[in-house]
Each structure stands twice: as C-alpha cells, then as structure tokens.
C-alpha cells in the first residue's frame, strides 16, 4: 500500500510542476517548476528500483542542465512587452496548429491499448546491483551505439563552437611556442606578505619580470601599444 502511496504522490506533483512551466508567466519560475518536475520524476525512478537513473536525473539534470538554464533566464534580458506584440496577428495560426496537435492526440489515445505479449526482462548476476547490471549492458552489448552516441555529441559541440567562433581584434590570442618556452621564474615571483598589511602598502601589485603581451598574437587584443606602455612603466 505504501508503495502505491508514494507513487500516487510522486506522480501527482510531476503532472502539476510539468503544467506549471509552460503555464508560468515568469521563465525563472518556469525554471524552478522544472526542477521540481526532474527531483519527482527521481523519485519515481526510486520507486521502481531503478535508484542509478534516479540519481543521474538529479545530479545531471537538477546539478547541471536546469541550473545552466536558470542562469541564461537569470541573465537575458527578455521583454515581454515585444514577445506579445504579434500574439494576435498569429492567433490564427497557432489554433490552427493546436487543433492539429490535438487530433493527433485523440487518434494516438483512442487506438491505444495494452499488448498481450509478455515483455522478457533482463536480469543479472545473482547479487549485481542496478548500476552494475546497467553498466555491463552498455559496455558488452550496445558498446557501439554508446561510443556513437558520445561521437554525435562530439562533432555538435565541436560544430557549435565552429558557428559560434569570430576572428575579431577583440580576442586575446596566445602564440602557443612561446607560451610554452616560458619558465616560472620569468613569469613568478613568491613573496612573504605579512598579515593585515595592504597591497598599496607593499608596492601595490607586482607585475612579471617579462610582459605576458610578448606571447600575445599582433593586433589581438592588449598587444603591440600596450606593450610600450609596459615599457614605460617599468622605467618610471
């Protein structure tokens, strides 16, 4: 009974945290429903067993997917004022849309229904855990699909950084050889601060005994005049 219970439970604040982020007038909140929805779908993960899914949502998806979208939300500035402009001059369309997505439901819901063939479940070693088992069947059966699942993902982030990359003067860019050539004695120097005593006390900050725009690229950024103002600074 408690199983149920909980289940019931879990499922129940799922359905109503899913509605509430596409119903959610502010983005931040819609994004705070989210991570309720990933923490209760965990749960049910829990319920069935399946405690290594259930963690990886968490630390995953809550740690990392939904709290990088908080902070885009968090930082964009979006009007909404302009978002709505067009709401009307659109209105037609989107209905026209919505009907057609929930025609598509009706027909998926009405020709559903439960499969008489018994389903062959894969079991373990005897004593192997969910993590275990899981792990053995990625690595021995679907090694190949794994291994091109992690290569598509490669080639979309390398494609991203490609799209989203701009030679502008702006960048600082290093010359890797002679970045490589320095030595720390060049380049770092440890001091024994006292405590409670100020950085404009003991001289203000050091700079390197080498300027480190030396190994910038020309016409990149804090290059070529900056370095003469190095060299005049040092003379004073």
């Not at 209905?95 to 229904?113: D, T, Y």
């Not at 063939?117 to 070693?125: C, D, F, I, P, Y």
């Not at 702006?170 to 409670?196: C, F, N, W, Y």
Request: charge should be negative; glycine fraction near 8%.
């Amino acid at each position: 009974m408690l199983p149920q219970l909980v289940f019931y439970l879990f499922s129940t604040v799922l359905l109503i945290s899913a509605v509430m982020v596409i119903s959610a007038r502010n983005p931040v909140h819609s994004v705070l429903f989210l991570i309720v929805a990933f923490f209760n779908a965990a749960g049910l993960f829990l319920v069935a067993g399946a405690e290594f899914l259930a963690m990886l949502l968490v630390i995953v998806y809550v740690g990392a997917v939904a709290v990088l979208f908080l902070f885009v939300v968090m930082m964009l500035d979006i009007d909404f004022t302009k978002l709505r402009e067009g709401l009307q001059q659109h209105a037609a369309i989107g209905v026209c849309f919505g009907v057609v997505l929930f025609a598509e439901l009706l027909v998926a819901v009405g020709n559903w229904h439960m499969s008489s063939v018994s389903v062959t479940r894969l079991s373990g070693a005897p004593g192997q855990t969910n993590t275990a088992a899981l792990g053995d069947l990625i690595y021995t059966h679907y090694i190949l699909l794994f291994q091109g699942c992690g290569l598509i993902l490669l080639v979309a982030m390398i494609g991203a950084i490609v799209l989203t990359l701009r030679p502008v003067g702006s960048g600082r860019r290093q010359i890797i050889d002679k970045q490589h050539a320095r030595v720390p004695s060049e380049t770092l120097e440890m001091i024994d601060a006292p405590l409670g005593v100020g950085v404009i006390s003991q001289g203000g900050f050091l700079r390197p005994h080498t300027s480190y725009h030396e190994t910038s690229v020309p016409d990149s950024y804090a290059s070529g005049g900056q370095i003469e103002a190095d060299k005049k600074e040092k003379d004073v």
